[in-house]
């Protein structure tokens, strides 16, 4: 698709239109060089109630809104409505857009520098932070040369410039104000723009918070407040689904910690090879903290996986490691043909998230600080997330705009919906409240769930509410909580057989989507 400086809308996939939108790389140079924009929308199809279209965001940052429509786009679409267009977009320098922020020569290239990552978890007492501060500064080092230059695409890629190019969206499709969901950083890209253009706010909801003013500070330090809640309602919810349902049951949860904790130390002894996976497989502590992690973000889908895995390490069963080496960690290989471009991750996370934070070049007594802080609150993720702060210590290119105003604002044309599960690993219900009280007027909806965003847990009452926001405008009343219809290896808690036929397409729908939960950073 060529891209062109207005938006051109072509057909493409199935019923579904597409375009490619040239914006300016620095908006202080309008005659200058430009981005172009990927967009990919989903057509309303109730013409007579038309209400214009909601741009959705998934996350990361670095996550592409051309592959969230595509994996989840019919469903965000019969949550909200049918007078609605669903359109993604990939930010600037992500996916489909260009130029993109590739610090590697290709996907596969950047796969096989990954291939050389430790089998260790961060520890203050080995060398693996020396070693992962090396790691990070390699990749920092290559992006500054190729995408760090003057008119390198790291320099635009700050969440202002990403709020910008969502307001001149919006206003080439006629609409004067946004209309927005955004998930996980999403949220982030939401409060900078309502800060940066309150009067420009018609509907925003922001779904999985992280607090901007720690987001801003590239503190990294508020994010795992509820983390250890999610990965202990593992243990809970194997405990009550039964024998039947988990196949790790005890008759009582912390006999469950138990033992998934001493597979831990059993398999920190002594590493597990599954040779015949395709790629062959080495499962470590460090991988299995990883995917434990990666399943506290959907519990729902995820957990099972890793009751599985635990089940057959303790069994020895390797024709059952085999099947779920895939979810154990994610297979390598390389690909003589290239990705599509929003199927690829690249280096968009460093340039966006260190660049829109404050500068701190790494100091040992510092780290080691935050690293304590953040182990004795999430020991089993802290290891993992704390190279967030490695990687942005590392980081040198400094965005052309860097948004140093309020994140506030004391009124907005019209009130944001902040949405949080009372239990996220990523971005814990402390941060959304936190939000909420610095954005005038905006209304705080809490869904009783484990998981990242409201997606991560069916909830027809949180459906609903969304719903009404969109289409009428109507906050949920205050200290609303919605509770979740579907928990993890329970399964469903609510009466399928005697929802309404609207109800049960609409439950459909959230069975989908919480397959597709953002991820945050790039996990």
Not at 228 to 254: L, M, R, T, W
Not at 273 to 294: G, K
Not at 430 to 454: F, I, M, P, T
């Amino acid at each position: 698709i060529e891209p062109s400086r207005t938006i051109q809308w072509t057909p493409c996939y199935t019923n579904e239109k597409c375009a490619r939108l040239l914006l300016p790389l620095d908006y202080d140079t309008p005659d200058g060089p430009t981005t172009a924009i990927a967009l990919r929308m989903i057509p309303a199809t109730d013409k007579e109630n038309y209400r214009g279209p909601i741009l959705i965001n998934p996350g990361g940052p670095g996550g592409s809104g051309t592959d969230l429509v595509a994996r989840a786009g019919q469903n965000i679409s019969r949550i909200v409505g049918p007078s609605f267009d669903v359109l993604g977009f990939d930010p600037r320098g992500v996916g489909a857009s260009t130029p993109s922020a590739d610090c590697f020569e290709s996907d596969s290239q950047r796969k096989l520098w990954s291939l050389q990552d430790n089998h260790r978890l961060l520890n203050l007492s080995d060398d693996t932070i020396p070693l992962a501060r090396a790691r990070v500064s390699t990749v920092a080092q290559r992006c500054e040369a190729k995408i760090g230059g003057e008119w390198g695409i790291a320099r635009f890629m700050s969440t202002p410039n990403v709020a910008r190019d969502m307001l001149e969206i919006s206003k080439q499709l006629g609409q004067e104000k946004l209309q927005y969901w955004g998930f996980s950083y999403g949220s982030i890209l939401g409060q900078y723009f309502s800060a940066m253009y309150p009067d420009k706010v018609g509907r925003v909801v922001i779904d999985g918070i992280y607090d901007s003013h720690n987001y801003r500070a590239a503190l990294w330090n508020s994010n795992l407040v509820d983390n250890e809640a999610v990965i202990d309602s593992f243990f809970q919810f194997c405990h009550q689904a039964g024998p039947e349902k988990c196949n790790v049951y005890e008759d009582s949860p912390e006999k469950i910690h138990a033992r998934y904790f001493s597979l831990l130390e059993a398999v920190d002894a002594s590493p597990v090879p599954v040779p015949s996976a395709e790629p062959p497989l080495l499962i470590t502590r460090r991988v299995l903290q990883i995917q434990i992690f990666r399943a506290a973000y959907q519990p729902i889908y995820a957990f099972g996986f890793v009751a599985d895995t635990v089940r057959a390490l303790e069994t020895g069963n390797e024709t059952a490691l085999v099947k779920l080496a895939p979810k154990i960690r994610e297979p390598v290989e390389c690909q003589c043909t290239l990705p599509e471009p929003w199927a690829v991750e690249n280096e968009a996370f460093e340039a966006v998230a260190c660049g829109d934070g404050e500068p701190h070049p790494y100091d040992a007594d510092t780290y080691a600080s935050f690293y304590r802080n953040l182990t004795s609150v999430a020991p089993v993720v802290g290891p993992i997330w704390a190279t967030y702060y490695l990687k942005c210590s590392e980081w040198r290119v400094r965005p052309k705009w860097r948004w140093t105003g309020p994140l506030e604002a004391k009124n907005t044309s019209h009130p944001l919906l902040i949405v949080s599960p009372r239990y996220d690993p990523v971005c814990p219900l402390r941060d959304a409240k936190a939000v909420h009280e610095r954005y005038g007027g905006s209304g705080l909806l809490v869904q009783n769930s484990y998981g990242h965003c409201s997606l991560s847990a069916p909830s027809l009452c949180t459906a609903k509410h969304i719903r009404e926001y969109m289409v009428n405008g109507t906050l949920p009343e205050p200290e609303t909580v919605c509770e979740a219809d579907v928990l993890p290896f329970v399964g469903s808690v609510r009466d399928v057989q005697a929802l309404s036929t609207e109800d049960a397409e609409l439950l459909d729908a959230l069975h989908g989507l919480s397959a597709v939960v953002p991820t945050f950073g790039g996990l």
